[in-house]
């Protein structure tokens, strides 16, 4: 068992080096066609298609997607350091009312469209699988997948150095349409629950809920951050640098978990506590000390996103798309004689 999962962490250090060393090479060469997200797709793939190869069907169940350790443990130091080292955040807060408009009207209209254009689509031929399914459970699958994440748009926006209100805008939107992506799939799952809007659930239920969400998720970030700009407003760090840069992760990291804890939106509370961090603890910091941490941050954001990627091309739905020919070549070297 250890052998086995030393081989699995070794494989995955190998395509962090290897897709690293290859970003590097299309950057010094300014091709932007191939982000760097998709060099670690692509490598994932070529693993999983590989380790299928060797074991079979037996391999997938070892190299599912894993939703907890992304949610808990990747997904916070991207987006804290999304806060922290925001370019401008006054461009952010100037833009706020577009950002509130896309993020908010932009993922109910995206919801309303796919939603409904499903539940239409039952219609179309002349099967009867879907006839049974509901219209509320059609805007619950809608609501889940209207949350977008455009990580690789923002890589190749900062590498072509675009507009920055476009960068703002794109990057503002993702975030916060997280909140109202939550609150439309929970309500609509309720919904589909209880067969539309009842005395249990309702409409009325389903505004408090947001407005709930919204706000917890900001008292969380505004209350973490107030917290920390004090701990490094009082606490002298001088002698011990690399304890300060301990103490600013260990703190950065309370703000995500305390949101989801109370079902808040984690994203919400983690990018308020970075913008409040940039603006006040950072002043509170030892030269050094914020070195450290900003280039602590940096590459853990970073790591955390090559992780990512790396997961989705490993991830047996993907690696359908690889069963035909790579399969049969790789099967014939890696399969006993």
């Given at each position: 068992m250890i052998k086995e999962m030393s081989m699995q962490i070794f494989a995955r250090v190998l395509m962090l080096l290897v897709g690293s060393l290859i970003g590097n090479f299309l950057h010094k060469k300014h091709f932007h066609y191939l982000p760097e997200s998709g060099v670690f797709i692509i490598l994932g793939c070529i693993f999983g298609?590989?380790?299928?190869a060797a074991r079979g069907q037996s391999a997938a169940s070892s190299m599912k997607f894993d939703p907890d350790f992304l949610t808990l443990c990747l997904l916070p130091p991207i987006i804290f350091y999304s806060g922290y080292c925001m370019p401008s955040i006054s461009n952010f807060v100037y833009n706020g009312r577009e950002i509130l408009v896309l993020a908010g009207v932009g993922t109910i209209m995206s919801t309303l469209i796919v939603g409904y254009g499903l539940y239409w689509?039952?219609?179309v031929g002349n099967h009867s699988l879907y006839m049974g399914i509901t219209i509320w459970e059609c805007l619950a699958f809608a609501a889940l997948i209207s949350a977008v994440d455009p990580v690789a748009t923002l890589a190749t926006f900062s590498s072509l150095m675009v507009?920055?209100?476009l960068e703002v805008l794109v990057f503002g939107e993702a975030l916060l349409n997280d909140a109202v992506a939550i609150v439309l799939y929970k309500s609509f799952a309720k919904f589909a629950k209880y067969g539309g809007p009842s005395e249990y659930f309702g409409w009325g239920?389903?505004?408090?809920k947001f407005f709930s969400l919204v706000f917890g998720s900001i008292g969380v970030g505004l209350i973490c951050g107030a917290f920390q700009a004090l701990v490094f407003k009082f606490v002298f760090f001088k002698h011990t640098e690399v304890l300060e840069a301990v103490v600013f992760l260990t703190l950065a990291y309370t703000s995500f978990l305390i949101a989801e804890w109370f079902h808040f939106s984690g994203i919400?509370?983690?990018?308020?506590h970075g913008m409040m961090a940039a603006t006040f603890t950072k002043n509170n910091m030892s030269e050094s000390g914020h070195t450290r941490a900003f280039i602590l941050t940096n590459m853990l954001a970073s790591f955390s996103d090559m992780m990512i990627f790396i997961m989705t091309g490993i991830i047996p739905s993907a690696l359908q798309l690889l069963k035909g020919p790579f399969l049969s070549f790789?099967?014939?070297f890696l399969s006993p004689s």
């Open positions: 298609a590989i380790m299928l689509c039952r219609f507009d920055p209100d239920d389903m505004a408090a919400i509370s983690s990018l308020l790789c099967s014939r």
